[in-house]
């Protein structure tokens, strides 16, 4: 597993640096609004992107884990790191996991 830089994008812009994507990742929440996981695959599969969420809702079930698909080829995939996401252990972080890695990259960006 490994913990994922957030990268700030400034008003006269950024072009974020991406990493290879491992199938366990932990990344910053932020303030749950402006903070965004950025997938790309160049793999000629899709790939499913999770967030895992933790506790449980109002009435005792297990929160569910949104899922999302990364396109094959040229996908490209942002997904928003919701306050709910925080692991809820302090660090202000949440997991992230992939379902294959191979040429599988990610930023996660903090717009503002």
Do not use: H
């Not at 695959?41 to 899922?67: E, F, M």
């Amino acid at each position: 597993m490994a913990a994922l830089t957030t990268q700030n994008i400034v008003a006269a812009g950024t072009a974020p640096t991406f990493g290879a994507a491992a199938a366990s990742d932990t990344a910053e929440v932020g303030s749950g609004v402006n903070t965004f996981a950025v997938y790309k695959n160049t793999n000629a599969a899709s790939r499913t992107v999770t967030v895992t969420v933790p506790g449980n809702l109002s009435y005792g079930q297990a929160a569910p884990d949104p899922t999302f698909t990364l396109a094959a080829n040229t996908g490209e995939l942002w997904i928003p790191l919701r306050k709910e996401y925080d692991a809820g252990d302090g660090t202000g972080r949440c997991t992230i996991t992939v379902s294959a890695t191979t040429n599988v990259t990610v930023a996660i960006v903090r717009m503002g």
